[in-house]
């Protein structure tokens, strides 16, 4: 770190927040709560939120527990649920933003299109042709939010109503119709969960089997929240012992294909599919042929229900193309449809793109990403000084708290910004020789996590390797506390 001869007084800075999701929200609370208060937010969309305004599909919840997936600094005594379902969630960011006063900063339908490092400060456009600059830029886009759409042939041509499930169609009426859904990924298993009561019938077509947890999810009662609401330290305990049960149980496990822990997830799991399936064709149809937790584990209280339901139908052959009336596998069959949902995901390598980014010497993030997106500690990117991602490329993803991730990383970065905010530096930048290394490390320590075993899933890279953190979330936590200032270039 650049030694200073004499104390200078702390410039004032301005920060850039791209996204008022989980992250956007956080970043410009923390900022006011350390005086910072010149920052400005910005948010393509008409409303905060995130994921959680995108995806409005029936059955949308999040597989975290609730008083886990909340700020730590601002606990929700009021949760309906162990598991808290989307409008909850999306309610409750809207909630904090207006506690907090930040809702009043966020400038909506301002779609970043280009964000340019200029003489030591970031210059951004937007799509409606206004400008603006700042000298930190926080990107804070999150990771769950461009669909992605599947090739099959004939998609066009289907007559029904067709939307992905983060762009759900709510003027689609769903009583009475024939539904199908593509995939069985946490999204879909919840729409078929909530789906297959209602409709005349519901076809899942299912390229491959899924691990499912059997995870209840009971209500929290008036007198709970209550004692909550009295007793704060109580539900400050309970979001604790909650997030060690998960570093313990679940995150720490991953990581070790081999340890105990993993065992017991997938005796768990397996035990709940030879239980809970009756019928023995569908139970070997629904059976993976890869070690749990190798995708994202699903989270379910009444999928096996669900699909054993008489007007549910569980589709293995695969699709062979989209015709007006419906799907055609590739046995012939034509499975017809009113309505087809795609719930195929999302484009996890995008984060800050499509937006232009340019970094020092006119280095571009498309040039800088060319293989594929790469972050140091998923904060920090070579060659692009002052530009802090908040749940970045290769962070901790799948089945964890983002919120508590993006507390950590965002008490990383302050340490960060400090530097520049008392003059030790005027650019902080990850330095490419730490980031070979880190990315080196992580590669090889993916060998050992379960995302390796032999599945395919989106944590995967262009070349097999797991996107996401291979160590153990203790790990995490103690590489947020202090960065390692000599892996940074300080200008």
Request: hydrophobic share 40%.
């Amino acid at each position: 770190m650049p030694a200073t001869s004499s104390p200078k007084e702390p410039r004032d800075l301005r920060f850039l927040i791209l996204g008022a999701g989980m992250s956007g929200i956080l970043s410009a609370i923390k900022l006011q709560e350390a005086g910072l208060n010149d920052f400005a937010i910005y948010e393509k969309a008409k409303r905060l939120g995130g994921t959680w305004r995108e995806n409005r599909y029936p059955g949308v919840a999040c597989d975290v527990p609730s008083h886990l997936y909340s700020y730590s600094f601002a606990p929700n005594p009021d949760w309906s649920h162990r598991f808290a379902p989307g409008s909850e969630i999306q309610a409750y960011f809207e909630e904090v933003a207006r506690k907090y006063g930040v809702d009043q900063q966020i400038q909506y339908g301002k779609e970043v299109t280009r964000c340019v490092f200029e003489n030591g400060r970031w210059q951004i456009e937007f799509s409606d042709g206004t400008q603006d600059e700042g000298d930190i830029l926080l990107a804070a886009t999150g990771v769950l939010h461009h669909p992605a759409y599947p090739e099959i042939k004939g998609l066009e041509s289907f007559e029904g109503k067709t939307f992905h499930s983060a762009r759900w169609d709510e003027s689609a009426s769903m009583a009475g119709k024939r539904v199908g859904v593509i995939g069985t990924g946490s999204t879909a298993i919840q729409i078929v969960s909530a789906l297959a009561p209602e409709v005349a019938k519901l076809t899942l077509f299912q390229r491959t089997a899924q691990w499912v947890m059997p995870q209840q999810n009971p209500t929290y009662t008036a007198e709970e929240k209550n004692e909550f609401r009295v007793h704060p330290e109580i539900l400050e305990g309970l979001r604790s012992d909650i997030s060690r049960l998960f570093a313990d149980g679940f995150s720490n496990a991953v990581v070790d294909a081999n340890s105990p822990q993993l065992a017991a997830i997938e005796a768990v799991c397996l035990q709940n599919l030879e239980e809970n399936i009756k019928d023995p064709t569908l139970r070997e149809k629904l059976r993976p042929d890869y070690r749990a937790a190798c995708k994202r584990l699903i989270m379910s209280e009444d999928f096996y229900d669900a699909i054993q339901r008489p007007n549910a139908e569980l589709v293995t052959e695969g699709i062979d193309r989209i015709e007006k009336s419906g799907i055609r596998t590739v046995d012939g069959k034509l499975h017809e449809l009113d309505v087809l949902v795609l719930a195929t995901g999302f484009r996890v390598d995008r984060f800050m793109r499509p937006m232009e980014v340019i970094g020092r010497n006119g280095v571009s993030l498309e040039d800088a990403w060319a293989k594929r997106p790469s972050a140091y500690m998923a904060i920090s990117i070579p060659d692009f000084p002052n530009l802090f991602m908040l749940n970045g490329p290769n962070g901790p993803v799948g089945n964890f708290s983002l919120i508590e991730v993006a507390e950590l990383q965002f008490a990383y970065i302050m340490q960060l910004v400090e530097l520049i905010r008392t003059r030790r530096c005027s650019e902080v930048s990850a330095s490419q020789e730490a980031t070979d290394r880190f990315d080196a490390n992580r590669v090889e320590a993916a060998k050992k996590t379960v995302w390796q075993t032999g599945c395919r899933s989106w944590y995967l890279d262009d070349r097999g390797v797991p996107a996401a953190w291979p160590w153990t979330f203790d790990r995490f936590r103690e590489e947020m506390a202090t960065p390692h200032f000599s892996e940074y270039e300080l200008c």
